[in-house]
Nanobody, 129 residues
């Protein structure tokens, strides 16, 4: 059974950095694109970043461009999200999921949550002074 375990969240001051990790098990990790998503209280789930199965293509939501970097280690079945210059509006629960058909290997424009499956429990990121 597919499973994701996210870690690396915490409390950070505005302008600070965090590196999130997403460890996967139960499926052929290298076959799937992987997305990072976030959900703030009272808001819907938002796609933040996506990386293709090979790692050769990445996509970001506009608010994350230039600040966040997604990467993957197919040997270790892990995806990372390096977040720099954090802002209070980045506060949310961050989770990861795998791409599903027809976006099994590539990332759909806009990183729509309905093109992903097998969600992890998430890790809380709080940006506050």
């Amino acid at each position: 059974q597919s499973r994701f375990v996210e870690s690396g969240g915490g409390l950070v001051q505005p302008g600070g950095s965090l590196r999130l990790s997403c460890e996967a098990e139960g499926f052929v990790f290298s076959y799937h694109s992987i997305g990072w998503f976030r959900q703030a209280p009272g808001k819907g789930r938002e796609g933040v970043a996506c990386i293709s199965s090979s790692g050769g293509t990445t996509k970001y939501v506009d608010s994350a461009k230039g600040r966040f970097t997604i990467s993957r280690d197919n040997t270790g079945n892990t995806v990372y999200l390096q977040m720099n210059s954090l802002k209070p509006e980045d506060t949310a629960v961050y989770s990861c999921a795998r791409g599903r058909d027809p976006y099994l290997r590539m990332c759909a424009s806009g990183i729509p949550p309905d093109q992903f499956e097998s969600w992890g429990q998430g890790t809380q990121v709080t940006v506050s002074s």
